[in-house]
């Protein structure tokens, strides 16, 4: 039972315009969601976060939106730079938890 | 420089023959976690530690065995390695109640 979905495979963006990644949950005690980037040959890196608390949280050109009720969250890029170019992993935990779950992971290619 | 280091990198053996992936970090963490990744499968955890002798299983351990015997080291063995074994490896640790893992780079393991 995949409670941290990605439905996005890959996306390509142009450079300079917004990219969006999206990511989906089932499980309704996760209250801390995380980003995570990873390029080849390299351990996946922390990007950035949201509590449930909050709707939003930005910071530079990366923002997390969470949608409680949906159970959905994004993260938008802008502008999209080549750098940017990479698998974004969304995870999330519980209150009190220790374990991150992940979902499938969203390749983003940013496009000269 | 604070980091998670895992060994080797790259591994490829034979069907049976037992193997351990060693897992070190340097930030005095207590929770480490052994991740396997997977295309369209995402992240998913083996096995976890929240401490020097505490282990458990994580949502796929069938093959797998760890320990945790001293705070910075977490070796993931497998005992009798398969061709179904064959993935990207990741080690992470973090602080207990910590936000978010540090990921080593990875151990890219083939069994044939």
């Known amino acids: 039972d995949q409670q941290v979905k990605q439905n996005s495979p890959s996306l390509s963006v142009q450079e300079g315009r917004i990219s969006i990644l999206n990511c989906d949950y089932t499980n309704s005690m996760f209250d801390y969601f995380l980003w995570y980037k990873k390029y080849p040959a390299e351990g996946p890196t922390f990007l950035i976060s949201i509590s449930s608390i909050k709707d939003k949280n930005e910071d530079g050109r990366f923002t997390v939106f969470l949608n409680k009720s949906a159970k959905h969250l994004s993260l938008h890029i802008v502008p999209s730079q080549p750098g940017d170019s990479a698998v974004y992993f969304c995870a999330a935990k519980g209150q009190g938890a220790q374990k991150l779950v992940f979902g499938q992971g969203t390749r983003l290619t940013i496009n000269p | 420089e604070a980091q998670v280091t895992q060994n080797p990198r790259y591994l490829i053996t034979v069907t049976g023959k037992k193997l351990t992936v060693t897992c070190s970090q340097n930030m005095n963490h207590e929770y480490m976690s052994w991740y396997r990744q997977d295309p369209g499968l995402g992240l998913r955890q083996i096995y976890y530690?929240?401490?020097?002798?505490?282990?458990d299983k994580g949502d796929v351990p069938e093959g797998y065995k760890v320990s945790r015997k001293e705070k910075r080291n977490f070796p993931l063995i497998l005992e009798s390695p398969s061709p179904n074994q064959t993935s990207l490896y990741f080690c992470?640790?973090?602080?207990?109640?910590?936000?978010?893992?540090?990921f080593g780079s990875g151990t890219r393991l083939t069994v044939v």
């Open positions: 530690s929240m401490n020097v002798e505490v282990t």
């Open positions: 992470a640790s973090s602080l207990l109640g910590g936000s978010g893992y540090t």
